[in-house]
Structures are given as structure tokens and as C-alpha cells.
């Protein structure tokens, strides 16, 4: 198929071999897509280096979303490289652990509120800012991930759904703003996956077990799932779909009331 030839696609939010961002950058180079990455910190460096050679990766830059002046340095040096950019990936999401454990008017505060939405919205944008001009008229696509949490309540899931709800928002402004330069804008919102941003999590494996029973599917979603439908977002083949939240998630959401089987199956 190889539907992502000659495109050249950023990834940023690779950091263990779970990260969803892993399962993206694989199904990416599958679809013959070139890939340049970024690491957060120097502690994931070589790790991502690491991974970059499966993918023949041509470019590999550090890159903490939380920094303007980082953003702005990786995109000087991406140009050095490539003189366009036709795909980027913001697989990036963090609040404060206290913020993720307890009754969500309790735990929450002002600044844990204020770095989940920085980390986790507007690090969108700003990478939309920073890779524009490289972006621009080449009929690019921006993708980040999404999760339910944005639109309904769930124990502990608490700041972070309002940043993802603002992120969501985040799509569609910018899909507006940047579709006129050809660029389009969309998110997947995957069902749980454990990944490390899932590990810190009280009860995950409890989530998970209870997502299973209740999905249409019968099962959890993998990252190489989520890395399909990414990959598919982010090719000519999606050229019309722009503004989007698209749910990977095994049809989760949308039932109301899953299954009232007491086994897994049947
Ligand atoms: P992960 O821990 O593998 O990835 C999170 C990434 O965010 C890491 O690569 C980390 O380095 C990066 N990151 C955090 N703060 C950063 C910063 N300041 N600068 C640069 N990078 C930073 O976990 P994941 O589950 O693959 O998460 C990727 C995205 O998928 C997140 O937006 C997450 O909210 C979303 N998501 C996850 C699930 C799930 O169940 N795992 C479900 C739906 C959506
Ligand atoms: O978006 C996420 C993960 C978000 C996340 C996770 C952590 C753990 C470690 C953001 N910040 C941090 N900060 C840390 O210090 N998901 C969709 C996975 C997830 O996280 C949950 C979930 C699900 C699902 C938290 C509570 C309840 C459900």
C-alpha cells in the first residue's frame, strides 16, 4: 500500500516501546513515510535514538513542549534537514500526579491546572506555530490523541479531562485557522492503553479489565491500531476529514450501557 510515500512526518511523544507514539512511528515507516523525532530530556535521549534507527529516522532533536525556545531551536534544526514538513504528531499529554489521585475538586490546583494544560493543549498549538511555514501548502496534517475524559467524568481522570477537553477545542480552532493554507487538523481519541503515562495510574489494571467487558469489541485497543488510524488521518486518503475527534477505542463510547453479561464473552 505504502500510503504515506514521500511524506515526511515529526513525531513527538516517543518514549518507551508502549508509547502510542511507538505504535504511530511504526506504522508510519511501514507506509513509507520518513520520520524525524524529538525526546523530552536528555534522560530518553538515547532510547529514542535507539528507535530511531528501525525507522531510519533522519533526524532526532530534543524538545520539551513546555519551552518556546525549544520548539523554535528543534524547528531550525528540522529545516537544516528537510525543507518541508508534511505531517506532525503531538502524542504528548502530563498533569501533576496529585492532580490524578483523589476527588477532583479536592486534588485539583491552580498550577497543577495550569501545567496539564500547558503540557497537554496548548504545546498543540504551539507546535502548529513553530512548524507552519514548513507546513504550509504541501496539504499537511497535524494529529494529537485524545481521550474520553474530555467529554465524560471518569474516577480520578479529573484536570486532565478538562485539558484534553480544551485540546479537542484546540483541534478545531486550528483546524479553521490552517485549513486555508491546506493544512488539516484532527485527533484520535484511543481507548486505555498502558503505556508509562498509564503506569502511575491507581487501578489501571481494574480500568482496563472493566473497558474489556463493557466494549463492543469484547478487548482492549493496541498502539498499532492507534497507529493506523493515525497513519490513515495523516495520509491524502483522509484529504477531506478535517476538524475531527476520531475514536479509536473498540466502540466504547458509543454505547450507553455495554454489555450486562457477566462473562467476558457472549
Ligand atoms: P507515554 O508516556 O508513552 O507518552 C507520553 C509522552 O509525553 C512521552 O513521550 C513524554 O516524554 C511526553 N511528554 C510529557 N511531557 C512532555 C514535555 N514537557 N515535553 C515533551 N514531551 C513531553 O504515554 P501515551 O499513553 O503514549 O501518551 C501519549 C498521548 O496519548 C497522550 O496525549 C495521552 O493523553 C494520550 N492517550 C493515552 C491513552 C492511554 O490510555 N494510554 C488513551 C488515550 C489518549
Ligand atoms: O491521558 C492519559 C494519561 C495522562 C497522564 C498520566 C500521568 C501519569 C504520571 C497525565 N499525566 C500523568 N502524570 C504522571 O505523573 N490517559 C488517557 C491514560 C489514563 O490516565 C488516567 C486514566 C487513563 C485512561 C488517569 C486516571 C483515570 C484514567
Known amino acids: 500500500m505504502s500510503f504515506l510515500q514521500g511524506k515526511r512526518a515529526l513525531i513527538v511523544g516517543v ?19 520518513e520520520i524525524a523525532l524529538t525526546y523530552q530530556n536528555e534522560k530518553l535521549k538515547k532510547r529514542v535514538e535507539e528507535f530511531g534507527k528501525q525507522w531510519d529516522a533522519k533526524v532526532i532533536l530534543p524538545c520539551d513542549v513546555a519551552s518556546d525556545d525549544e520548539i523554535t531551536s528543534m524547528f531550525t534544526e528540522l529545516e537544516k534537514v528537510w525543507d518541508g514538513v508534511d505531517i506532525i504528531v503531538h502524542s504528548v499529554g502530563y498533569a501533576p500526579a496529585n492532580e490524578l489521585d483523589g476527588n477532583y475538586v479536592d486534588v485539583t490546583t491552580r498550577e497543577g491546572f495550569r501545567i496539564a494544560h500547558d503540557i497537554s493543549s496548548y504545546s498543540f498549538v504551539a507546535l502548529a506555530k513553530g512548524g507552519r511555514k514548513l507546513m504550509r501548502g504541501r496539504n499537511g496534517s497535524m494529529l494529537t490523541l485524545s481521550y474520553l475524559g474530555a467529554e465524560k467524568t471518569l474516577p480520578n481522570y479529573n484536570v486532565m479531562g478538562l485539558a484534553k477537553a480544551s485540546l479537542e477545542a484546540n483541534v478545531r480552532y486550528m483546524a479553521a485557522s490552517l485549513g486555508p493554507e491546506g493544512t488539516r487538523v484532527n485527533a484520535v481519541s484511543a481507548g486505555p492503553i498502558r503505556t508509562l503515562a498509564a503506569s502511575g495510574i491507581k487501578s489501571f489494571r481494574k480500568m482496563l479489565a472493566e473497558n474489556e467487558k463493557r466494549t463492543p469489541l469484547r478487548r482492549n485497543v493496541t498502539i498499532d491500531e492507534v497507529g493506523n488510524a493515525a497513519a490513515f488521518l495523516s495520509s491524502d486518503l483522509a484529504s477531506g476529514i478535517s476538524g475531527q475527534i476520531v475514536y479509536v477505542d473498540g466502540g466504547f463510547c458509543s454505547t450507553a450501557m455495554g454489555s450486562l453479561d457477566s462473562e467476558t464473552t457472549e
Open 15 to 33: 518514549a518507551s516501546k508502549l508509547s502510542i507514539a511507538y505504535g504511530i512511528a511504526s506504522a508510519f515507516h511501514r507506509e513509507g513515510a
